[in-house]
């Protein structure tokens, strides 16, 4: 498997970003995915990573630690 220029230039700081993910997005979500993205500076690929990576190690890890039923 060939690492994109993005994985190289702007990885993540959780590891090494060797899995992928296909989502299928209505067309306008997608374009606005990209307009954010470029609006960010970054590519779809890019921003769509950051946004996941945020909400399940941001909001996702605040849900877990006040539900006492998840630990």
């Given at each position: 498997?060939?690492?994109?220029?993005?994985?190289r230039?702007?990885?993540?700081?959780?590891?090494?970003?060797?899995n992928?993910?296909?989502?299928?997005?209505?067309?306008?979500?997608?374009?606005?995915?990209?307009?954010?993205?470029?609006?960010?500076?970054?590519?779809?690929?890019?921003y769509?990573?950051?946004?996941?990576?945020?909400?399940?190690?941001?909001?996702?890890?605040?849900?877990?630690?006040?539900?006492?039923?998840?630990?």
């Amino acid at each position: 498997m060939s690492e994109t220029i993005e994985s190289r230039i702007h990885g993540s700081k959780y590891g090494k970003c060797i899995n992928r993910c296909d989502i299928p997005l209505a067309e306008d979500t997608d374009e606005k995915l990209i307009t954010l993205a470029r609006m960010s500076g970054m590519t779809k690929a890019e921003y769509a990573r950051l946004v996941i990576e945020r909400h399940i190690y941001g909001v996702a890890d605040n849900i877990l630690r006040k539900d006492p039923l998840m630990g």
